[in-house]
């Protein structure tokens, strides 16, 4: 078992082997994926969460032991880049791998600060009537841009991996989660309006958004609410098709 623990917390680093090796009986199950789970649990006082890896395939994990760091790694690392440009995301605490004796990964874990959430930013695309909807549409542009003005363009910028926190009337912070697909880069207008599109907006968001964007940019607002139209609709109909195809072949099995 391979420890990094964050300098802010090296005095708790002998707790985290115990909250490792007690994973599976202990703590609030949060999200389980096919692959991936995720928990809740108290570290020292703390409350934290806990993003268990499964161990890959061989060949992936060869890849991940000799080529390409672990997902934990890039978690742990990309959090850290995101708070040095003071973008929002749970403090990374540490991440831990597991190596056989030949070295090859089995599994791995991520672990950061609990956040005490209010909503996503899901519950904006079901409910056009939510409070405040366009103000925090508004807020999480300037979030956005401030994330591509740092050379960050995440991969998963999606509805449930911004947490959205309430702060008082009018006012709000936006949390990044799921963090180890990022690449850093200087992004296009083209590049920026790309990554908005897996956010499922509406027209009505997407007026919204590029409205504030163009105001952060200096952009012309017409051309980036239509790009980011165009960005949208190709994303919704690329999605959708392969939901189509996924139970047609469900449906010939």
Not at 17 to 27: A, K, N, R, V, Y
Not at 133 to 151: G, P, S, V, W
Not at 218 to 241: D, H, P
């Amino acid at each position: 078992m391979q420890i990094t623990v964050h300098k802010h917390y090296k005095e708790k680093e002998v707790l985290v082997p115990q909250l490792i090796e007690g994973f599976s009986d202990s703590g609030d199950l949060i999200m389980q994926g096919t692959r991936n789970i995720i928990k809740s649990n108290i570290l020292g006082e703390e409350k934290v969460v806990i993003k268990f890896f499964q161990k890959p395939g061989l060949f992936k994990s060869v890849i991940y032991s000799f080529f390409r760091s672990t997902k934990a790694k890039r978690s742990f690392e990309y959090a850290n880049y995101l708070l040095e440009y003071n973008i929002p995301t749970p403090f990374p605490i540490a991440y831990v791998e597991e190596k056989s004796g030949l070295g090859l990964l089995q599994d791995s874990y991520y672990i950061c600060e609990n956040i005490d959430y209010d909503f996503t930013f899901r519950e904006l695309i079901h409910n056009p009537l939510f409070p405040e909807r366009n103000i925090i549409l508004e807020q999480f542009t300037d979030f956005t841009f401030k994330m591509h003005q740092a050379r960050v363009n995440f991969l998963d910028h999606s509805p449930g991996n911004t947490l959205i926190v309430k702060r008082g009337a009018g006012e709000y912070d936006f949390y990044l989660i799921d963090l180890n697909r990022m690449k850093f880069e200087t992004l296009s207008i083209e590049a920026r309006m790309d990554n908005f599109k897996k956010m499922w907006l509406s027209k009505t968001m997407v007026k919204v958004i590029a409205k504030k964007y163009a105001d952060l940019s200096g952009e012309n607002e017409e051309k980036l609410q239509q790009l980011l139209l165009k960005k949208t609709i190709a994303f919704k109909a690329k999605t959708t098709r392969k939901k189509y195809l996924k139970r047609k072949l469900r449906i010939m099995k």
